[in-house]
T-cell receptor
Framework: GQQLNQSPQSMFIQEGEDVSMNCTSS?????WLWYKQDPGEGPVLLIA?????ELTSNGRLTAQFGITRKDSFLNISASIPSDVGIYFCAGQVTSGSRLTFGEGTQLTVNP | NAGVTQTPKFQVLKTGQSMTLQCAQDMNHNSMYWYRQDPGMGLRLIYY???????DKGEVPNGYNVSRLNKREFSLRLESAAPSQTSVYFC??????????FGPGTRLTVL
């Protein structure tokens, strides 16, 4: 089946630093999604990417859909303490198909 | 709009007991999903329902059953709980663009 490898598994950074995480797949996806999960809550959608090469921003977050359709990355600039949480990538072959999730990146931001 | 709601938030069961996790969404979405989340494993799909009256197995369906009671509600049942089913369970629904919206989760412990 499809697999997503997300890295790094965890990150410990200082407030104000930039963060980068990525996902790679053994197969092609036509949609990439990035979610954030706060402690004790369900995942919340941050950014959705629908075209290869697409670069999309949402405030301090920027995500790109790799041109091979097999990878995506998420950058967070000037991190703040409320960025703490688990970030998940998810890939989808078609809009009606199931999501495949990465294992998550646990982000800790030290004030 | 409440979005996706789940009950209960927490539950402790003894091995062999049964229970039903409830999920409802008020966004008029056709598709609904049940996931489990375990440390280091991301979100794994248990069952999903593409529309009212249909259900399909996901990645890890063994030990679970589901019912799509109507368009709003999608319940997950554990007939005979096992310690391996200790997990956090998330329900989600999907809009027409393929974006999934998650509930707050049910934290289940099976002793």
């Amino acid at each position: 089946g499809q697999q997503l490898n997300q890295s790094p598994q965890s990150m410990f950074i200082q407030e104000g630093e930039d963060v980068s995480m990525n996902c790679t797949s053994s197969s092609i996806f036509n949609t990439w999604l990035w979610y954030k999960q706060d402690p004790g809550e369900g995942p919340v959608l941050l950014i959705a990417l629908y075209k290869a090469g697409e670069l999309t921003s949402n405030g301090r977050l920027t995500a790109q859909f790799g041109i091979t359709r097999k990878d995506s990355f998420l950058n967070i600039s000037a991190s703040i303490p409320s960025d703490v949480g688990i970030y998940f990538c998810a890939g989808q072959v078609t809009s009606g198909s199931r999501l495949t999730f990465g294992e998550g990146t646990q982000l800790t931001v030290n004030p | 709009n409440a979005g996706v709601t789940q009950t209960p938030k927490f539950q402790v069961l003894k091995t062999g007991q049964s229970m039903t996790l409830q999920c409802a969404q008020d966004m008029n979405h056709n598709s609904m999903y049940w996931y489990r989340q375990d440390p280091g494993m991301g979100l794994r799909l248990i069952y999903y329902s593409a529309s009212e009256g249909t259900t399909d197995k996901g990645e890890v369906p063994n030990g679970y059953n589901v019912s799509r009671l109507n368009k709003r509600e999608f319940s997950l049942r554990l007939e005979s709980a096992a310690p391996s089913q200790t997990s956090v369970y998330f329900c989600a629904s999907r809009d027409n663009q393929g974006e999934q919206f998650f509930g707050p989760g049910t934290r289940l412990t099976v002793l």
